[in-house]
C-alpha cells in the first residue's frame, strides 16, 4: 500500500476515443519495450552456426547480386558511385524499412496468444520491433562504413560529411513511416487476412518504385519522377546517399510532402490502432 | 484503507455474436455484404444453419453489477460458460465491454495463464525479467525482488539455464513466483493454481492468502476447485449464464453452485437414459426407479422400486448401493440381499434404514451383481442413479445438525458406561 488510491485509476468503458493513446503508460513499460526489442534480437539468431553474422550476410549478398544484375547486367547507372557502395547503402535504408513494415504488419496476428493472456500496451510490440530493427540497421551500417572509408580514402566518394549528422532524423522518419504503416495493416488483419498476404509481396514490389536499385536521376523530369517522389521512401534513401556518397536528389518540397504523408499515416495508425486493440481478441 | 473499493462494476455486459464473425478474409465479407443487399442467400453460410441465429447475439456476460473492496479475496465459480472467463478478461483489459463501466484503483495484475511471454530459448533469469515486465514490472522492481522470486520458486539451481530444459513443473513454479511477487494492489487469477505439486499449490495459497490478509491486496480467484476457493476467499460470488446469481459468504455460494450441478429429487427417474460403462454382460438392465418418498425422515426408511429388464434369468444377483454427499465424496456402501432375477421386466423394492444419516442431502449410485460359483459378475452399473434427502424433523436437543462440522452420518449414541 505504498501508493495511493488514485494514481492508478484505470477506468474501462465499451467504446474508445479516436485518439486514445496513453504516452504517460507507455512510458512506465519501456522497459518492456527495451526487453522485447533484446529478445527479437536474440532469439533470431539462436541456434544458428553464424549468429549475427547473418545481419551482415543478407544484405551483403543482396548487394553482391544486384552489383551483378541491375550493375553488370543491366547496366543501370549509379549516379558516379562505386556500384557496390551504391546499392549497399540502398539495401540498408530499405532492407530497414522493409524489415519494421513487415514485421510491425503481424503484430496482433503473430502475438495473439500474449495479448490474449495479459495487457500491456500492445504498442509496445511494434514499437520494440521497429527498435531492433533499428539495431539490424547499425549493425549493417557499420558493415557499410568499412567499405565506404575505403572508397572515401581512395578519393573515389566524396560525402556530405555535414549532412550525415541527419542520420537519425532520416532513421527515425522511415521508423515512424514504417510503424505507421504496419500498425494500420495489422490492425485491418485482425479481420481480414487478406492483408497479410498483400503485405508479403507488397513490399517487394515496393521496392522498385523506390530508387533502390536505380538512382532518381535516371528517370529524367518526366511523370515517372514526380510519381517516385510522391513514394515517402524515395527522399529518406536519396539523402542517405547524398550524405554519404555526395550523390543523390536532395528535394526540400519532397520531404515537406513526404513528412506530411508520414505524419497523417502515424496518426490514422495510431488511431486505427487505438479503436482496435481493445477488442481485437474477438475477431482474431 | 479498508473500507475503500477496490474494483467497482456497473452494468458490465459482453455480447458476441453467434455464427459466423466475419468470412475472415475481404472478399468473402464483401460477399456476404452482397448478397444480404439483394436479399439473397449468404454464399459464405454454411449449409444448413439456421439463417435466424446468425448475427444473433449471444451474452457472455449480462449485466453484472459488483463492488469489490480492498484486502478483500473474492471467489468466483460458475459452471463452464457461465462468463467467469470473459469477467476477468475484460478486468484485466484484455478486451473491452459492450456496456457497462468498471473502474478500477490501483495496479492489477492478471494470471490468466502462467508463464505468458516466457520464451524457451532464455534462461530462468531473463524470464523472470521478461515477464515481470509483461506484467508490469519496471527493471528496478524486478532487481529488487528477483532473490525471493528464486527463493519461492525452488529452481535455484536451474535459475541460468533455458527454460526449454525444463520440467513443465519448474516451468509453472518460476512462472508463479514471478506473477506472486508483483507489487499490485488487484491480482486476479483463473485457476493457475490446478498445476504444480500438492506442496506448491498449498505454498501458493498461503502466498495467496497472507497476500491479502496482510498485505491488503485485494485477490480475485477463479477455480473449479471448492476447496482452493474455500482455503483462500472470505467472499464468492456465483455467475449462471451471464449474470451473477449469488454474492456472499463462500460456503453458501459453494452450496448453490453445486446445487446447480447436482441431481434433481424426483418420484421416478428413466435409468436407460444415463450412460453406462461398457464392458458389462449386457444380459440384464436397469431400467427404471420409482421412490415413493425422497424426502425421508430421520429415523425412516427410504424405500424404492426398482425395475429391470432381463434377457436370460439370472442367480444370486445383489444389489450394490454407493451413498455420496452433494459434493460427490463418498460416504459409504452397502450390499441387498440376493434375489434370482428371471427373464423379462421384473420390479422388486428395497429399504434402507437412514437413521445413520445426518440430515441433507444424498445421491447414490447401483450397480446390479451377481455371484456365480464365488465370481463377481457386474451386469449393470448406474452412476448418480437417483438423489433424495433426509429430513431433519426431531432435533436432538434443540441442536441443529451441523452439517459443515460433523459430517453426514450420526453414529449410533455414546451410551455412558458402568
Known amino acids: 500500500m505504498s501508493e495511493p488510491n488514485h494514481q492508478y485509476h484505470i477506468h474501462i468503458q465499451p467504446k474508445n476515443g479516436w485518439f486514445d493513446i496513453d504516452l504517460k503508460e507507455l512510458w512506465r513499460y519501456r522497459d518492456l519495450i527495451w526487453l522485447f526489442t533484446k529478445k527479437n534480437f536474440i532469439l533470431v539468431y539462436k541456434q544458428t552456426i553464424l549468429g549475427p553474422a547473418w545481419i551482415v550476410l543478407q544484405p551483403l549478398m543482396t548487394t553482391l547480386i544486384y552489383t551483378l544484375v541491375f550493375g553488370g547486367i543491366a547496366g ?49 510490440m511494434p514499437i520494440s520491433t521497429v527498435l531492433s530493427s533499428a539495431v539490424n540497421f547499425g549493425v549493417q551500417l557499420a558493415m557499410f562504413l568499412v567499405f565506404w572509408i575505403y572508397y572515401v580514402a581512395t578519393g573515389q566518394v566524396t560525402p556530405n560529411y555535414a549532412g550525415i549528422l541527419l542520420l537519425p532524423l532520416v532513421m527515425g522518419y522511415l521508423g515512424l513511416l514504417a510503424l505507421g504503416c504496419g500498425v494500420i495493416i495489422s490492425s485491418l488483419t485482425t479481420k481480414y487476412r487478406d492483408l497479410a498476404m498483400l503485405v508479403g509481396f ?22 515517372l519522377r514526380t510519381v517516385i517522389m510522391m513514394n515517402p521512401v524515395t527522399c529518406a534513401v536519396e539523402t542517405f546517399r547524398w550524405m554519404f556518397l555526395g550523390a543523390g536528389d536532395v528535394n526540400a518540397l519532397s520531404w515537406i510532402v513526404s513528412t506530411g504523408v508520414m505524419a497523417v499515416i502515424v496518426a490514422v495508425g495510431v488511431m486505427v490502432f487505438s479503436k482496435v486493440e481493445k477488442t481485437f481478441m474477438d475477431t482474431v | 484503507m479498508s473500507g475503500e473499493n477496490a474494483i467497482e462494476i456497473r452494468g458490465l455486459k459482453k455480447q458476441y455474436r453467434l455464427g459466423q464473425i466475419g468470412g475472415g478474409t475481404l472478399t468473402a465479407d464483401l460477399q456476404s455484404w452482397w448478397a444480404r443487399v439483394r436479399h439473397q442467400e449468404d454464399p459464405n453460410s454454411k449449409i444448413g444453419t439456421d439463417q435466424r441465429r446468425i448475427g444473433q447475439a449471444f451474452m457472455a456476460l449480462n449485466g453484472i453489477d459488483l463492488t469489490v473492496k480492498k484486502g478483500e479475496a473474492l ?31 490501483g495496479r492489477i495484475t492478471s494470471m490468466l495463464e502462467v508463464g505468458t511471454g516466457f520464451s524457451p530459448e532464455m534462461t530462468g533469469r531473463e524470464n523472470i525479467y521478461m515477464n515481470g515486465a509483461i506484467l508490469g514490472m519496471s527493471r528496478a522492481e524486478i532487481d529488487e525482488k528477483m532473490e525471493e522470486i528464486i527463493e519461492f520458486s525452488e529452481v535455484r539451481e536451474f535459475i541460468d539455464t533455458p527454460v526449454k530444459r525444463y520440467s513443465s513443473g519448474m516451468y509453472v513454479k518460476l512462472a508463479f513466483s514471478v506473477a506472486a511477487h508483483l507489487d499490485s494492489e488487484i491480482m486476479i487469477m483463473d485457476e493457475v493454481l490446478a498445476v504444480g505439486d500438492v506442496n506448491f499449490q498449498q505454498k501458493c495459497l498461503k502466498k495467496m492468502r497472507e497476500a491479502a490478509t496482510i498485505e491488503g491486496k485485494t485477490v480475485l480467484y477463479v477455480s473449479h476447485n471448492m476447496n482452493t476457493i474455500r482455503q483462500l476467499c472470505n467472499r464468492c460470488i456465483v455467475l449462471n449464464s451471464g449474470k451473477l446469481v449469488f454474492c456472499g459468504e463462500t460456503e453458501k455460494a459453494i452450496e448453490i453452485y453445486e446445487n446447480n450441478s447436482v441431481l434433481e429429487k424426483r418420484s421416478e427417474y428413466d435409468l436407460t437414459r444415463l450412460s453406462r460403462i461398457t ?55 452397502t450390499y441387498s440381499n440376493m434375489w434370482d432375477l428371471v427373464s423379462g421386466h421384473s420390479a422388486r423394492e428395497f429399504a434402507l434404514d437412514c437413521s445413520v444419516l445426518a440430515p441433507g442431502e444424498y445421491y447414490a449410485d447401483i450397480i446390479l451383481i451377481s455371484y456365480d460359483g464365488g465370481i463377481q459378475i457386474r451386469h449393470d452399473i448406474a452412476i448418480k442413479a437417483f438423489a433424495f434427502s433426509v429430513r431433519e424433523d426431531n432435533i436432538l436437543y434443540n441442536m441443529e445438525w451441523n452439517r459443515h462440522g460433523w459430517g453426514c452420518i450420526r453414529l449410533p449414541s455414546l451410551r455412558t458406561e458402568g
Open chain 2, 75 to 105: 471467489g468466483i465459480i460458475g459452471s463452464n460458460g457461465a462468463g467467469k472467463s470473459t469477467l476477468l478478461k475484460i478486468l484485466s483489459r484484455i478486451t473491452a465491454p459492450t456496456e457497462g463501466t468498471v473502474d478500477i484503483y
Open chain 1, 202 to 223: 507488397g513490399v517487394q514490389l515496393w521496392m522498385y518504385i523506390t530508387p533502390v536499385v536505380y538512382p532518381l536521376s535516371t528517370l529524367g523530369d518526366g511523370m
Open chain 1, 76 to 124: 543501370i547507372p549509379t549516379d558516379g558511385v562505386p556500384q557496390l557502395l551504391f546499392y549497399m547503402g540502398g539495401t540498408a535504408v530499405w532492407g530497414f524499412f522493409a524489415a519494421c513494415l513487415n514485421k510491425t504488419a503481424s503484430t496482433f496476428t503473430g502475438n495473439a496468444g500474449v495479448f490474449g493472456k495479459v495487457y500491456f500496451p500492445r504498442l509496445v
Open chain 2, 279 to 333: 464392458g458389462l454382460t449386457n444380459v440384464a438392465r436397469m431400467e427404471r426407479l420409482r421412490i415413493a418418498c425422497s424426502d425421508v425422515g430421520m429415523n425412516q426408511q427410504l424405500k424404492f422400486e426398482l425395475q429391470c429388464m432381463c434377457d436370460s434369468p439370472i442367480q444370486n444377483t445383489m444389489l450394490r448401493f454407493v451413498l455420496f454427499d452433494k459434493r460427490g465424496n463418498t460416504l459409504g456402501a
